[in-house]
């Protein structure tokens, strides 16, 4: 079975600057997805990102990355640049390509002013 | 992009009494749908599977008879809480499979349900 860790509950950042939120997951799948889902007070999933497994390249959108390690299992995120708006829950999540998407715990990021 | 709506957004009821869930994808047409369930706080947990015209695949631990999931059709999939409890209260997610090379799922806006 496929686990996905986020191993930070809580996590808050000064607004403009950069944060890395962490997510390693557990698979002996060779080919799978993984992304990075917002979640707002309003409960709405957001994509972030999305990182194919055969792609060596880090995926990235705008002022969000990601740093794929598939030998090492780790997914994490960087926000860079971090604007108020970026409040909200994140989720990393894991899908194999028989579609059953996985979740992490999640990881509450703040952003102060 | 792909829109998935649900309804309703939210629903009060009273123990005993079942109440249904729809999820819709408005733009495009779903083969898959998923249906998750998230506790305060906590991440979203996958329910069950649901594929078009077949029976849906349930997660373990999660019983068939009292959740009951219809996918008559490629835009639409219904989740029924039967014989609702108070710890049946949760928000409840779908997402809908584009089909697209990428797998990507979108999500619904989720529906809270609240048992009395």
């Known amino acids: 079975a496929q686990t996905v860790t986020q191993s930070q509950p809580e996590m808050s950042v000064q607004e403009a600057e950069t944060v890395t939120l962490s997510c390693t997951y557990d698979?002996?799948?060779?080919?799978?997805?993984l992304f990075w889902y917002k979640q707002p007070p309003s409960r709405q999933m957001i994509l972030v990102i999305r990182?194919?497994?055969?792609?060596?390249q880090n995926a990235t959108e705008n002022r969000f990355s990601v740093n794929f390690q598939k030998a090492a299992k780790s997914f994490s995120l960087k926000i860079s640049d971090s604007q108020l708006g970026d409040t909200a829950m994140y989720f990393c999540?894991?899908?194999?390509?028989?579609?059953?998407?996985?979740f992490g715990a999640g990881t509450r990021l703040t952003v102060k002013p | 992009g792909a829109v998935v709506s649900q309804h309703p957004s939210r629903v009060i009821c009273k123990s005993g009494t079942s109440v249904k869930i729809e999820c819709r994808s408005l733009?495009?047409?779903?083969?898959?749908m998923f249906w998750y369930r998230q506790f305060p706080k906590k991440s979203l947990m996958l329910m069950a599977t649901s594929n078009e015209g077949s029976k849906a695949t349930y997660e373990q631990g999660v019983e068939k008879d009292k959740f009951l999931i219809n996918h008559a059709s490629l835009t639409l999939s219904t989740l029924t809480v039967t014989s609702a409890h108070p710890e049946d209260s949760s928000f409840y997610i779908c997402?809908?499979?584009?089909?697209?090379?990428?797998?990507?799922?979108?999500f619904g806006p989720g529906t809270r349900l609240t048992v009395l």
């Open positions: 999540a894991f899908m194999p390509w028989d579609n059953d998407m996985r």
């Open positions: 997402s809908a499979n584009s089909g697209r090379a990428n797998n990507e799922q979108f």
């Open positions: 733009d495009f047409q779903a083969t898959t």
């Open positions: 698979t002996s799948e060779s080919n799978y997805y």
């Open positions: 990182q194919e497994a055969y792609k060596q």
